[in-house]
Nanobody, 117 residues
Framework: QVQLVESGGGLVQPGGSLRLSCAASGIIFNIYTMRWYRQAPGKQREFVAGIISSGTTRYADSVKGRFTISRDNAKKTVYLQMNSLKPEDTAVYYC???????????WGQGIQVTVSS
């Protein structure tokens, strides 16, 4: 049974930082592409950042230079370091595990990030 459990969200002031974590179980973690998405109220879910098994990363233009995705295969965990946060980063953030051969993907339950003064 695949489980993705996000943690590290919360309320932060503009300009602040947060680090999200996503702990995976039930998958061979090191072969999966791991991604973060977010969904703001009234908007569609959007891609934020992704990291493949080799460590190559990709980011949405809106977060480039501010967010960093990383993974620890030994801990089966993916991280999203978020710096210089803006109110428009407020959203529910979701962890996604994508199997590159089968196309099967799994989602975490989501975690709230609120950027407000």
């Amino acid at each position: 049974q695949v489980q993705l459990v996000e943690s590290g969200g919360g309320l932060v002031q503009p300009g602040g930082s947060l680090r999200l974590s996503c702990a995976a179980s039930g998958i061979i973690f090191n072969i999966y592409t791991m991604r973060w998405y977010r969904q703001a109220p009234g908007k569609q879910r959007e891609f934020v950042a992704g990291i493949i098994s080799s460590g190559t990363t990709r980011y949405a233009d809106s977060v480039k230079g501010r967010f960093t995705i990383s993974r620890d295969n030994a801990k089966k965990t993916v991280y999203l370091q978020m710096n210089s946060l803006k109110p428009e980063d407020t959203a529910v953030y979701y962890c996604n595990a994508y199997h590159p051969w089968s196309g099967v993907e799994n989602w975490g339950q989501g975690i709230q990030v609120t950027v407000s003064s």
